[in-house]
């Protein structure tokens, strides 16, 4: 407890530490008081997230006026040698706006949930793992030093855990649960090298002071420590080849995908990026790597959003590829940083109000599968409207929010290299594309779910663990979850214009770089070329699945497609993109994209079938020589404790035959001796 | 001097006190026998302190003579307390040391 104090900063920054203190005190509150508060709880879960939300608003006004950062000192965490760790907080125009984000889409979330989650005996539970969450992701955006985020950092990954599996008694959830939390884990070990190679070569673990001891220590530690943060980074924002459990994320209750594995937390990889962006500088080959995840990610990801059957699973291929975006920025050095902020922003904005908008979509008709789905514009329109915002700002229409901050990337992605700017307007008009094929199979053509209704019935019925009612009835989606969905449909339409132009100078000092800000009517042929991609992939998608019939859903009907025999033979060489370019060959691209690029399969064949393998063979190691072993050394003991007891029969001519026997045989080996 | 005879005599003296402890099943006989082959080794240690004209082989004589005196109390002690318990002498008959 000792060494550390408190250095009250004036001002309202000083106060900085309410923000996370505030979501704290909800959850301990939350989960202690137990059922005492499920009629009220989840007003103190909105209140800890919405009062730092005013909190962090009243900070960025001052910082308007007057922007600068701030370091706040709470407390020494450790000192070791040289090394001090301490609690203290950064807030500068990066983080403010990180805590804006969180608070802001997380309070608007937390809203949603209340009517989301009206009739689940765990609604209490849930606000206190939601303000658990926000309380963690606040300490990793707010952290001055790698090791601090890293506790937020394993915060927002128990949160995602517990939020994902908060449906444990469903076993899908429970395992998809159990799969994020160890392939982050996974991930996590570059980032606990990454801190001992700063520990030992670094001398430091501030975001600000890590790059030029590292420059000068010379050696590969500066690589090191990049390839490391990166690992940690493609497993929180699930790229390439750490991806899979994005997927199975989406067992959790919507909000949760909406607020974490889409606005926020995936966002934190990026997020470490940008901080150790100097760190990043030095080492140009593993800055490529980054940009170079993130473009197979965004095609990846386009590729899963192309082909899922379920509107959740659709919306987390599309996260997966938004978020590439934001890792090839990133790995663009300072000007790409600027946007990978920018996008990041209006992607945690549109992307809460499409997963927000499904949510509604599943709580009026009861399941979001897209076959049993179609024809809904007519029966909920607003939902229809807010979704549509979302899918205009995403597909990147002019003038919306997704729009400005997809086309600076695109450009400074082209200006780095080609490639990675051609890769980056495809990838567009793929977004374009899937997202499209979402919206018609969703709302437009037949309503196959009244169709499906007989059917399903029976189904539905004979599954103990299916939360589809037997027949779908729309029920229409309370007040609480019409607001956010408002804000947020509203932000989708207008944060590109706000932002653009005022971004870039407020950046600028954080990322070391001077950009002039574009205006909004600013289009050059780059613009042109993408907005024609754009509209190539939105007129393929509205050809393509225009009039869809229920039977064309036929071939949908095995749920995992078995992995190909063509992938078994490359599988042991584990990369998930090279079994891709065999596969292409045997097998339709749709069944792969549903079945996640077999990334599970090849993930269980490179990595959990070896270490099974080893786990098998200690087993076998401890039970055969080790137990076999000890077994035989005590079955050896007894049996000769059993012969020498014989001696021991207590009649004293037997010892004193022995005795003198011995005795001879001594004499006669000292003759012996001596005689030879 | 020779010392050969008293050797053979030593020597003679040990191998029927030896027989006896062997053979003999009375304790009180087998006391005796081990008596005879100590008094054998204080003949012997005798008989290489006169050849070697050094005293070392006489107190060690004196010391088992000693002891043996010593082990003749304990000894008889014993014996008397099982010949009370088994009314035997055989000691055979105390092979079962418990009640």
Known sequence: MGGGMFLLETGLSGMTWVVIALPIFAAALLLLLGEVADGWGHWVGVLGIALPFGYAVALFLTMLREPAAVTVDLYTWLRIGAVDVGVTLLIDQLSILFTLLVTGVGALVAIYSIGYLAHDPGRRRFFGFINLFIAAMLLLVLADNYVLLFLGWEGVGLASYLLIGFWQQREAAALAAKKAFLMNRFADLGFITAIAVLFAKAGSVRFSEVAAPLNEAGGPWAGIVAVALLLAACGKSAQVPLQSWLLDAMEGPTPVSALIHAATMVSAGVYLMLRSLPLYELVPAVQVAVAVIGVLTLFVGAWIGAAGRDMKR???????????YLMLAAGLGPVGAVFAVFHLLTHGVFKADLFLSVGA?????????????????????????????????????????????KEHIISAAWDASPVLGGCAIIGAGLTAGYMTRLLLLTFVGAARWTELADADAAVAAAEVDSDAPSTPEVHHAPASMGFPLVVLSLLSLGGGLALNGWLQGWLGPVFGV??????LLHFDWLSYTTLGVVLLGVVVAVLRYRKVT???FDSWQLVSPPLPAVVDTVASESEVEDSEEVAVHSVDLAAIGAAGLY??????????APVAALTESVAWAERRVIRDGTDASWRAMGWVSALSRRLQNGSIRTYALLLTAGTAVALLSMLIWVWM | MSPNAYLIVSAALFCIGLAGVLIRRNAVVMFMC???????????????????????????AFFTM??????VVVGLAIIITIFRSKASLSIDDARRMRH
């Open chain 1, 314 to 324: 659709v919306l987390a291929g599309s996260t997966m590829s938004q978020v590439g």
């Open chain 1, 514 to 519: 001077e950009l002039a800000p574009t205006g």
């Open chain 2, 34 to 60: 081990v008596e005879l082959m100590l008094n054998a080794a204080n003949l012997a240690l005798v008989t290489f302190s006169k050849v070697h004209s050094e005293l070392d082989g006489q107190v060690a």
């Open chain 1, 361 to 405: 979509v599943t709580e009026s008709v009861g399941f979001g599968e897209l076959r049993r789905l179609g024809g809904l514009v007519k029966v909920i329109p607003w939902v229809f409207a807010a979704f549509t915002c979302g899918y205009l700002a995403i597909i990147g229409v002019p003038f919306l929010a997704g729009f400005y901050s």
């Open chain 2, 66 to 71: 000693v002891v043996a005196a010593a082990e």
């Open chain 1, 550 to 552: 229920p039977e064309w």
């Open chain 1, 599 to 608: 990334a599970d399969a090849l993930i269980d064949r490179a990595a959990v």
